[in-house]
C-alpha cells in the first residue's frame, strides 16, 4: 500500500472517531451517572457532591447516584475512578488529599493524579482559620505568635493526622512566622477540635467546621488564611492582612473524568455545574459552610490541581512526613 493510501485511511479513521465522539456527547447522558466518593459518608467531599448531585441530575434528566468508596485517605476510590471507562458515567469528587497530597505520601496510590484524570470543574474552596480554646491568653496572631519565639518548641498545635491538610496548614503557618511548635496528631478533625475547645492544644489551622464552636464561644477564631475575608465570619482578619502574606490554606473539592473523556461531556458537564453553582440555593448553602463557589474552565481547573499538587510537594516535605506503601 503505497503513502498517499495509508495517509487517506488514517484521515478517514480519524473522521470516523470524531464523529463517534461527537454523536455520543449529544446523547449523553442516557443512563444514570456515579459520582464516586472516595470517602465516607458525611464528610467534606461527601457533602460536596451531595449538594450537587441532585441539581446536575435535574439538568442532565438522568439520575447521578453519589457512590462513598473510601479506604488509603481517599487513594481506593480515586484509583477506582481512573480505571473506570472515560464515557461521562463514571465521574469523581476529587478533593486536596488524594489529588494534591498523597502522591508525595504515598509510594504505591494506584493512579497518576495528572495523567489519570480529566479535571471537569472547580465545585468550591473552604479556608482554615487560626484558632485557639476560648479561655487562651492569645487574642491576636500577634500574641500567639510572639509568645511562641519567646518558648521555642513549648506549644502545640493538633490536626486531623500526620500528613493530614491541618498538619500541613500547621507547618505552612509555622514557617511562615518562623515559630517552633510541637504536632500533635488525632484520628480525626472531630477529636482534634474536641482536645482544642478542652485546652489541650494551644492552637490549630482548621476547617470552617471550627465557625460553629466560635459563634458558641468555645473557641476564639484569630485569622483566616485566604487572600479575602470570608463572608461567613467578615470580622475576622486575614493572615495578610496581619502581615503574614501569601498563607492561603484551602480544601478544595472538584468533578474530576477518567483521562480521554470526550471534551464535549467535560465541557457540557463543566457548564452545567458552573450554572449550578450560581443559583441562589447553592449560595445560601455555601455560605452556610464558608465555602466559596469555582468558577472557570476545565483547563483553569486543571492549571488549579497541577500547582496544588506541586506547592504540597514542598510542604510535605517540610513537615517531616514519610511515605508509605
Known amino acids: 500500500m503505497d503513502a498517499k493510501k495509508i495517509i487517506k485511511r488514517l484521515c478517514v479513521g480519524a473522521m470516523a472517531l470524531a464523529c463517534a465522539s461527537m454523536a455520543h456527547a449529544e446523547t449523553y447522558p442516557s443512563k444514570p451517572i456515579k459520582l464516586i466518593v472516595p470517602w465516607p459518608a458525611g464528610g467534606g467531599v461527601d457533602t460536596s457532591a451531595r ?91 500577634k500574641e500567639l505568635v510572639e509568645h511562641a519565639k519567646a518558648n521555642p518548641g513549648k506549644l502545640n498545635f493538633g490536626s486531623g493526622g500526620v500528613g493530614s491538610s491541618q498538619h500541613l496548614f500547621g507547618v505552612m503557618f509555622n514557617k511562615a512566622t518562623q515559630i517552633d511548635a510541637v504536632h500533635v496528631p488525632y484520628k480525626g478533625t472531630s477529636p482534634a477540635e474536641t482536645a482544642l475547645i478542652a485546652g489541650q492544644l494551644d492552637y490549630m489551622l ?69 450554572e449550578i453553582l450560581q443559583t441562589e440555593e447553592l449560595k445560601g448553602r455555601m455560605f452556610k459552610l464558608a465555602a ?22 514542598e510542604i510535605v516535605r517540610l513537615s517531616g512526613a514519610k511515605k508509605v506503601d
Do not use: W
Open 51 to 141: 449538594m450537587i448531585s441532585e441539581p446536575l441530575a435535574k439538568r442532565l434528566g438522568q439520575p447521578v447516584v453519589v457512590e462513598n468508596r473510601p479506604g488509603a485517605a481517599g487513594n481506593i476510590g480515586t484509583a477506582l475512578a481512573a480505571q473506570a471507562d472515560p464515557d461521562g458515567y463514571t465521574l469523581l469528587m476529587g478533593s486536596l488529599s488524594p489529588n494534591a497530597v498523597n502522591p508525595h505520601l504515598y509510594t504505591k496510590l494506584g493512579f497518576d493524579p495528572i495523567k489519570d484524570f480529566a479535571p471537569v470543574a472547580l465545585v468550591y474552596v473552604v479556608p482554615s482559620f487560626v484558632v485557639v480554646p476560648a479561655d487562651s491568653p492569645f487574642n491576636s496572631v
Open 206 to 274: 482548621d476547617p470552617p467546621t471550627c465557625l460553629p464552636f466560635v459563634a458558641a464561644g468555645k473557641l476564639k477564631a484569630l485569622a483566616v488564611a485566604a487572600p479575602s475575608r470570608n463572608p461567613s465570619a467578615p470580622d475576622v482578619p486575614t493572615l495578610d492582612e496581619l502581615g503574614i502574606p501569601d498563607v492561603h490554606t484551602s480544601t478544595f473539592y472538584g468533578v474530576m473524568a477518567p483521562a480521554n473523556t470526550p471534551k464535549e461531556i467535560v465541557d457540557r458537564l463543566n457548564k452545567e455545574i458552573n
Open 292 to 313: 466559596q463557589p469555582g468558577t472557570g474552565s476545565p483547563e483553569d481547573f486543571s492549571k488549579f490541581v497541577a500547582n496544588e499538587l506541586e506547592r504540597y510537594g
